[in-house]
């Protein structure tokens, strides 16, 4: 199983969404987590969006990225997932394996009225659950590869 992290400034939303389709999607293969620099409340568009497809974090709660390392946690893969404005911000998790970085933007900023922001949540949430799908396959071609000796 590969342990992943998902890492972003405040852990309110982009890293909450990744670590639930990761843990959704990945069928037991992965292990995801998610953690901030800063960790805030998680964004209720957020939390709204995700139930409308199957996936309740309600009751979940955001993390420290420093707490983590503290308590020694390793992880195979490390992805942050800040927007390139503050990928400067967002903080580095060291792992065993590789750290990617993409770019996607802070819902916490987008502007209009409460549902053009939901609307928004949502076409984030429809982005960041296609980069998981891709990630998924890209990682299984990967171990196919591996375990043929490609």
């Known amino acids: 199983m590969m342990r992943v992290l998902f890492v972003c400034v ?43 497809d199957g996936i309740d974090i309600s009751g979940k709660k955001t993390a420290s990225v420093f707490k983590y390392f503290q308590e020694g946690r390793r992880y195979d893969m490390v992805i942050t997932v800040c927007d390139q404005a503050n990928s400067e911000k967002c903080p580095v998790f060291p792992s065993s394996g ?13 502007q209009g009225s409460e549902e053009e922001k939901t609307e928004q949540v949502r076409w984030l949430r429809d982005e960041i659950k296609h980069r998981i ?18």
């Open 10 to 52: 405040h852990n309110s939303a982009r890293s909450q969404i990744a670590e639930a389709y990761l843990n959704q999607l990945g069928q037991g293969n992965f292990l995801a987590e998610s953690a901030g620099l800063e960790p805030a409340t998680i964004y209720p568009p957020v939390i709204k969006v995700l139930k409308e």
């Open 133 to 150: 799908e891709e990630f998924i396959h890209v990682m299984g071609q990967d171990k196919i590869s591996t375990r043929s000796g490609k």
């Open 98 to 110: 590789l750290n990617l970085h993409w770019s996607f933007p802070d819902p916490t900023t987008f």
